[in-house]
């Protein structure tokens, strides 16, 4: 018997069709597409739109494994017209975890779920992709639920709650209340640089679109680019930024190697230290924009795709920008003019389509990660639409038609 509804080709399951996919803008006859809506294509693979999922940790894996929460939370995105979903971070180690609960790609027994949810989120025409970190001196803190029942933030290392070695550019902690982590050696570096590569392996086999490397917010990375949390002697730390860009380096270009999609770095643009990154003698105190800058120069020398530009994470004393909406942006403009040949993802409260259609429209970024707003309301890229154009003038999908809006 033949069927009325067209399925889409290839699924795991039966799905119907969505012509065009969801979260398409389909204009009247001359009318301009707005930049948000517009598709991007990097390294050969093409985004329906400019709107990304930005990673959210969950905080509800038991040994790495995500569960169906994570298919739905995922999954409801990818029915709702975004142009790409950013998993959250998926430890490349079990130390690596920033809570006992984050997800984890250092298994093959991770697998299976997390392709269940990629062939989900291609089911309905949407890409998705893997962010993949090491929490470093923040490994082992609580989830934030759990930290206001048991009354502190970190799981202890003395009393066996964290039952694994926290590592860090030098023995630093974060705050007194974390653990001490101990100062990485070539060796501890090059088995986090292993977990990275065969972690990028597993997401070959998963099928994943993209990957985005976690360079912020004060985990491994971070904390070998900052001079505020790198106090090392050797050639992996102090003052010069060829020491404390090395290892990250590597590391990215190693990644680089063995993955040929798109390839994304999430970076803290600035710690927020103070005014300036610089003392009066001229040495390095904080992370800041200027050495971002020369970081994503060095990180598209190796072809990294694109800089996702947030802030903050790494220095517990920081002080923050009034949180307005996209008060993160300038960051994101900052690295888009000096490098213009490089993609660029705006983060941070990007709440209204007035203000994230205007952020592409004006050059400051390429693409905008939304968090917040589509936990409020899913459907925002359908309603972005509307609000920018005054009518229902993006694509939703076949089961929700003529109920949206």
Avoid at 2 to 30: H, R
Avoid at 212 to 236: C, K, M, Q
Avoid at 268 to 277: F, H, I, L, N, Q
Wanted: hydrophobic share 40%.
């Amino acid at each position: 018997m033949t069927s009325l509804m067209p399925s889409l080709d290839g699924a795991y399951q039966f799905f119907p069709l969505n012509e065009p996919p969801v979260g398409t803008f389909i204009p009247k006859e001359d009318e301009p597409v707005p930049k948000l809506f517009q598709p991007i294509t990097i390294r050969g693979v093409t985004f329906k739109n400019r709107m990304f999922v930005s990673p959210m940790g969950m905080c509800s894996s038991k040994e790495g494994h995500m569960t169906d929460w994570h298919l739905v939370h995922l999954g409801g995105f990818a029915t709702r017209g975004i142009g790409g979903i950013c998993t959250e971070g998926l430890a490349v180690l079990p130390e690596g975890r920033v809570t006992p609960n984050d997800a984890g790609i250092w298994s093959d027994d991770h697998i299976p779920m997390l392709k269940r949810i990629v062939d989900f989120c291609h089911g309905q025409q949407t890409l998705i992709g893997a962010q993949l970190g090491h929490g470093g001196r923040k490994s082992g803190s609580l989830p934030p639920w759990l930290a206001k029942i048991a009354g502190k933030n970190v799981a202890s290392v003395e009393e066996g709650e964290w039952p694994y070695t926290v590592y860090g550019p030098c023995d630093l902690r974060f705050n007194e209340e974390h653990n001490l982590p101990k100062e990485m050696t070539l060796d501890d570096m090059h088995r986090v640089e292993d977990a990275y590569v065969a972690a990028i392996q597993r997401c070959k086999k998963i099928g994943f679109d993209f990957i985005e490397i976690h360079a912020a917010h004060g985990y491994l990375l971070t904390s070998f680019l900052s001079p505020f949390s790198n106090l090392r002697t050797d050639e992996y730390g102090g003052q010069p930024l060829e020491n404390r860009f090395r290892f990250p380096l590597r590391l990215l270009k190693r990644c680089r190697e063995v993955w040929d999609k798109p390839m994304f770095v999430r970076i803290s643009a600035t710690e927020w230290g103070d005014a300036s990154e610089r003392a009066n003698d001229g040495t390095w105190k904080y992370w800041g924009i200027e050495q971002s800058i020369l970081f994503a120069g060095e990180m598209k020398k190796i072809g990294v795709d694109l800089v996702d530009c947030s802030a903050g994470g790494n220095n517990p004393e920081q002080y923050i920008l009034p949180s307005i909406e996209g008060y993160q942006v300038p960051y994101a403009e900052a690295i888009k003019k000096a490098h213009p040949d490089l993609h660029v993802a705006a983060v941070g409260k990007i709440i209204s389509p007035a203000a994230a259609e205007s952020i592409i429209t004006n050059g400051q970024a390429d693409v905008v990660f939304l968090a917040r707003i589509l936990l409020q309301n899913p459907h925002w890229p359908i309603f972005a639409a509307k609000e920018l154009t005054g009518r229902l003038a993006a694509k939703t999908t076949n089961q929700y038609e003529g109920w949206i809006g």
